[in-house]
C-alpha cells in the first residue's frame, strides 16, 4: 500500500481520470479536497518546500477535473480565498494556485460564465505592488485568450490603469479580439475607437520640484 507521500502523483491521475471518464459523484469529494488548506494535507519526509509543490500539484489537477465534470464552484471559490489574502497579508498570495485555478476555468465548457471573476482581479494598489501587477497582468491577458464579446469592456477600463504593464497587457489583449473576425462589429469599432489611446507612446516622467510622478500613454501597436 502506498503512503501519502508516495501517492502525490496518484492523487493527480486519479482525479484526472475521474474527469475523463465523466463521473460526476466526484464533484463532491474533488469540491472538499480543493478547499482542504496545505496544513491538512499529509506528507511524509522533512522537505516543507517539496510539500508545497505537491500540494499545488494536486490542487491544480483537482481544479481541472472540477471544471471538465462542469463544476466550477469550489475552483472560483478558491481562486476568489487566495486572492482575498491581499486584504490580510499581500505576500501570502500563492500566485501558483492563482495561475492554476485561472488556468482551469479558462478550459471550462461555458467561459462566459466566468469572465466577471477573471475581470474582478484586475486590481489596482497603491503604491503599486509588483506582485499585484503579475497577476493583474495574468488576469488581462486571460481574457483575451478567452476572446470572447464580455472580455472587452473589462479590458477597456483596465488600459486606463495607473500602472503601465497592466494598461500594456489589457491593450495587447483588445488588439487581439480586435483581430477576431468572429467578434461582433459593434464591439470590434468600440475596440477601435480606443486606438489612440493604445498607439499613444508611453510617457514616464516625474517633476522634482513637486514630487510629482506621470506615467501615460501605453505605446502598443494596433495594425488595422
Not at 481544479?63 to 499581500?90: C, F, N, P, T
Not at 472580455?151 to 500594456?168: D, G, N
Not at 473576425?181 to 499613444?200: G, H, N, T
Amino acid at each position: 500500500m502506498l503512503n501519502d507521500y508516495q501517492m502525490d502523483n496518484t492523487r493527480c491521475q486519479v482525479a484526472q481520470a475521474l474527469a475523463e471518464i465523466g463521473d460526476k459523484s466526484a464533484v463532491d469529494p474533488l469540491s472538499r479536497a480543493i478547499r482542504e488548506p496545505l496544513d491538512k494535507r499529509r506528507y511524509y519526509g522533512n522537505d516543507a518546500i517539496s510539500y508545497k509543490s505537491y500540494y499545488e500539484a494536486e490542487q491544480a489537477a483537482f481544479a481541472l477535473a472540477l471544471v471538465k465534470l462542469g463544476s466550477i464552484d469550489a475552483v472560483v471559490q478558491g481562486l476568489k480565498e487566495e486572492m482575498d489574502r491581499w486584504y490580510r497579508d499581500r505576500y501570502e498570495i500563492n500566485h501558483n494556485l492563482v495561475k492554476s485555478y485561472t488556468r482551469a476555468l479558462l478550459a471550462s465548457k461555458t467561459p462566459k460564465k466566468i469572465v466577471p471573476y477573471i475581470a474582478e482581479f484586475i486590481w489596482e494598489s497603491e503604491p503599486p505592488w509588483t506582485g499585484l501587477i503579475e497577476l493583474s497582468t495574468f488576469f488581462a491577458d486571460a481574457l483575451g485568450s478567452l476572446g470572447l464579446p464580455d472580455c472587452v469592456e473589462p479590458l477597456i477600463s483596465a488600459i486606463s490603469s495607473r500602472t503601465k504593464e497592466v494598461r500594456e497587457s489589457a491593450a495587447r489583449a483588445l488588439v487581439r479580439l480586435y483581430a477576431n473576425s468572429s467578434l461582433p462589429e459593434a464591439l470590434r469599432q468600440r475596440i477601435l475607437s480606443e486606438r489612440p489611446k493604445i498607439i499613444a507612446p508611453h510617457d514616464d516622467y516625474f517633476y522634482s520640484e513637486s514630487c510629482e510622478h506621470h506615467d501615460k500613454g501605453i505605446g502598443v501597436e494596433f495594425p488595422l
